[in-house]
């Protein structure tokens, strides 16, 4: 267990249609991280939010946004979800603005139909 | 961050070691050999790292060769839960800032079988 919780963990949803994964990072952990893992791409990072700030941005989609709230726990927004959309999200976090180790969380697999 | 290169799959016997490799020739001086698993769909796993010298943990050894171009992940004694894809990941490490992210190559699967 990594301490990194992550919810759902499993979501079905139309084309079209906008959903929130939430993340909760390890206690004491001011970053987080998000990545998206699809057959067809890998494991891709998508962004970074350090104490409530973005930080970095990776190949994230217009449609999709991320914001973490003061209790440093981390939200991300997918909107006008597409079936290409369908694939495992995962948050992960450390303790650093960089840090060296990011934990992983189990991450929700989204299914779009 | 420098690329890196695997074999897209190794098998194992149980109880050896898997010794498995990574090459990153165009390493720079400041970047970090990282390894992280993934047990089949299971958020990543950090295993270990290290910048120059040999590191030992309670998971793994990490062996960088002197020239820094390539490195060797050692199981010392494979088990069927270590049956995982394997990432070898170089990095530079921010400590402040951001852009610290991972970039995931394909890995390499590795099958630890009776």
């Known amino acids: 267990d990594s301490g990194v919780t992550q919810t759902p963990k499993h979501l079905i949803t139309a084309t079209g249609q906008r959903v929130t994964l939430r993340c909760s990072p390890r206690s004491g952990d001011l970053s987080v991280y998000w990545y998206q893992q699809s057959l067809d791409q890998g494991l891709q990072f998508l962004i970074q939010?350090?104490?409530?700030?973005?930080?970095a941005k990776g190949n994230i989609l217009e449609r999709f946004s991320a914001q973490q709230f003061p209790d440093l726990h981390s939200e991300l927004n997918l909107s006008s979800l597409e079936l290409g959309d369908s694939a495992l999200y995962f948050c992960a976090s450390s303790n650093q603005a960089g840090g060296y180790e990011q934990y992983f969380g189990p991450g929700t697999r989204l299914t779009v139909t | 961050d420098a690329k890196t290169t695997q074999p897209p799959s190794m098998d194992c016997a149980e109880g050896r070691a898997a010794n498995l490799p990574c090459n990153h020739s165009?390493?720079?001086?400041?970047?970090?050999v990282y390894w992280y698993r993934q047990i089949h769909s299971q958020g990543p796993q950090y295993i270990i790292h290290g910048l120059k010298n040999n590191e030992t943990n309670e998971m793994a050894s990490l062996i960088i060769t002197e020239d820094r171009k390539s490195s060797t992940l050692i199981l010392p004694h494979a088990t069927l839960r270590d049956t995982a894809v394997y990432y070898c990941?170089?990095?530079?490490?921010?400590?402040?800032?951001?852009?610290?992210?991972?970039?995931f190559g394909t890995g390499t699967q590795l099958k630890v079988e009776l």
């Open positions: 165009t390493i720079s001086g400041n970047e970090y």
């Open positions: 990941i170089v990095r530079v490490v921010r400590l402040t800032g951001g852009g610290n992210k991972l970039t």
């Open positions: 939010y350090y104490n409530g700030e973005e930080r």
